[in-house]
């Protein structure tokens, strides 16, 4: 339902009904602009064999849905592939949102992506208070260019994209890079909590530097950290360097 040309713009409240037992090849909304807000609805026992269950591409505010669903798609022609179980492309805000079920994508195509989230395939907008329980996965069959990434929240969260206060637990998988926020994440994370198996081992004397300047870290628990010029040592040895900006999660404890 509803086109880039003609998007959905009003409000839709599910009112505590639940829609149940679809088998669908689309999601329930295509497009949904910047004026709508779609919130209490909840999907459960259902199948979508596309890109997600709620919404493809959202620019207004999804609130307080919940989605137990199988999302799953796998491409021989389709191009880069962007999933999730709310929706493919978060250009909005989505908050107090609950998904479960799973989300998966499979690319047979030469040099192209598979970028899969528990809650959105890309963000660029903000998710808020959200929380996966979802097991996301995202495979190359074949030799691939445009990266293949998994994230609980969002496969690629984008430069503008904001994921705070989110939940995430479930298993998650992919080819190339997962991570138990964001598969690739360019934009911030802040304020998450990290309840997958997705745990890097135990290591002290852990520092990050910052340009020219040298902060000590010990870390017992999980916890981002805004870099620049970032890199990272374990025991006095190098684990690996990162120039330019942006906020990556490292993970030391049990």
């Given at each position: 339902l509803f086109s880039e040309e003609v998007p959905f713009n009003g409000t839709y409240n599910g009112n505590g009904k639940i829609i149940k037992n679809i088998l669908s090849d689309y999601p329930i909304f295509n497009y949904v602009s910047a004026k709508a807000k779609l919130e209490h609805i909840t999907i459960t026992d259902s199948v979508f064999n596309t890109y997600c269950a709620l919404v493809k591409h959202n620019y207004g505010k999804i609130v307080n849905c919940n989605v137990?669903?199988?999302?799953?798609?796998?491409?021989?022609?389709?191009?880069?592939?962007?999933?999730?179980?709310?929706?493919?492309?978060?250009?909005?805000i989505i908050s107090d949102c609950t998904v479960s079920g799973s989300a998966s994508a499979s690319t047979n195509e030469y040099q192209k992506a598979a970028i899969v989230g528990g809650i959105a395939g890309s963000n660029n907008g903000?998710?808020?208070?959200?929380?996966?329980?979802?097991?996301?996965?995202?495979?190359?069959?074949?030799?691939y260019w445009g990266g293949v990434f998994s994230g609980g929240i969002a496969g690629?969260?984008?430069?503008?994209?904001?994921?705070?206060?989110?939940?995430?637990?479930?298993?998650?998988?992919?080819?190339?890079?997962?991570?138990?926020?964001?598969?690739?994440?360019?934009?911030?994370?802040?304020?998450?909590?990290?309840?997958?198996?997705?745990?890097?081992?135990?290591?002290?004397?852990t520092y990050v530097t910052y340009e020219s300047e040298r902060d000590l870290y010990f870390l017992p628990e999980k916890k981002y950290v805004k870099y620049i010029g970032r890199t990272v040592y374990q025991n006095n040895t190098l684990w690996f360097s990162m120039s330019g900006s942006g906020t990556e999660f490292i993970t030391f404890g049990n």
């Open positions: 137990d669903a199988t999302v799953t798609l796998t491409s021989d022609s389709l191009g880069d592939i962007y999933m999730g179980i709310i929706c493919s492309y978060n250009n909005g903000k998710i808020i208070s959200c929380i996966s329980n979802a097991n996301v996965t995202a495979e190359a069959t074949n030799n690629n969260n984008n430069q503008d994209g904001l994921i705070e206060a989110c939940v995430v637990s479930g298993e998650i998988k992919a080819t190339d890079k997962q991570d138990a926020f964001a598969g690739n994440n360019d934009g911030q994370v802040l304020d998450c909590t990290d309840n997958t198996d997705n745990k890097p081992t135990n290591n002290e004397n």
